[in-house]
């Protein structure tokens, strides 16, 4: 072979080497790239997530048995109390005097003359008066001393014109106070109980006696759990403008010091699939009713139709289709084409 020939043959390998790798490079720039996930079958627990808050089913109030002058506070807002335990107590001083005043009139009023039946009259109407007037003044000096009505949580009272403004009134040593305020409020473990606003779109769903577990602001690590105790059939409207219905679920507490206004989320089991053949939420595509995947065989996808059943945020049921192993594209989606290559990444 002479020179001549040897460069042109070399000439002409290059340009098939060059003219195949340049359709190499661009057939693989050309073909998508997917993210895989494979079908599964585990046990499927499909959840409705609702936010609430802590709330008391019953609760009982400690106000101030006269105007004054709150002398101490012995607890601590948010400390668990026993029947009887003391809370706070009032300025005696004030109740004293008041008391032995009235003793002092009901003592005049004894002294006062009689002999006939006017004087005697006017003698028994003072006696009875300034006799009640002590009555009360003893009470009053007698339920110096606030104590606990029941077992539980204590709150303390606070009184504000708005949400964020700062209170008028909060329960405090030195605090002066009016007959009839109320100064405590005690919650009894038994009667808290988180209440969540669940979306009208989920509520079909719910029923009582389902499980549920309760994740706290105040406890982010420490999930509760719970039964739906009650589903109330008045409709609420949240405040994005949504239509929900109020969920009471029964917390079991543990350790956790709840208190009511606590705000968190709700997440209620309303079914339990075992067995479920599932896949990630997003490789299922919506085509009008139709549902379907794109399965990975050996870098080719397959648009497979599916039937789906109850979805969680992250799986979705596959009741038809698919097989365990299957491999499904999570991402991508819009570019796959039947038969068409794909790379895995």
Known sequence: MTKRRVVTAAIVLALVVALGVGWWLSNRAARPTVATAPA???TLDVLVTA??????????????????VLQRVDV??????????????????????????????????RAMPTGSDRLNRARDAATHAAQLAVDIARANRDRAELASPAAGTVQFATLSLAPGLPPLFTTAAGASVSAG?????????????????????????????????????AFPGRP?????????????????????????????????????????DADIAIETIPDALVVPVQAVVADGASRHVWRIDDGIAHRVAVEA?????????????????????????????????????
Do not use: W
Not at 51 to 67: E, R, Y
Not at 188 to 200: N, Q, T, W
């Open 181 to 217: 305020m109320t100064l405590f409020t005690v919650v009894g473990p038994e009667s808290l109980r988180f209440e969540a606003a669940v979306d009208e779109a989920d509520v079909a769903g719910v029923e009582v006696g389902q499980s549920a577990t309760v994740t706290l602001d």
């Open 309 to 345: 059943g109850p979805s969680t945020d992250t799986l979705t049921q596959v009741t038809s289709g698919l097989a365990d192993g299957d491999v499904v594209a999570t991402t991508n989606l819009t570019a796959l084409s039947e038969g068409g290559a794909v790379g895995v990444g």
């Open 40 to 42: 599964t079958t585990q």
């Open 76 to 109: 601590t807002d948010g400390q668990q109390v026993e029947q009887g335990q003391v809370l706070a107590a009032m300025d005696v001083q004030p109740l004293d005097q008041a008391l032995a005043q009235a003793q002092a009139q009901y003592a005049a009023a």
């Open 224 to 264: 509760l759990t719970g039964t739906v105790g009650a589903l109330r059939p008045a409709a609420v409207t949240t405040a994005t403008g949504g239509v929900a219905f109020t969920t009471v679920i029964s917390l079991e507490p543990g350790d956790a010091r709840l208190l009511t206004g606590m705000t968190g």
């Open 51 to 68: 936010q609430g808050a802590m709330a008391a089913g019953g609760a009982s109030t400690v106000t101030a048995p006269t105007s004054g």
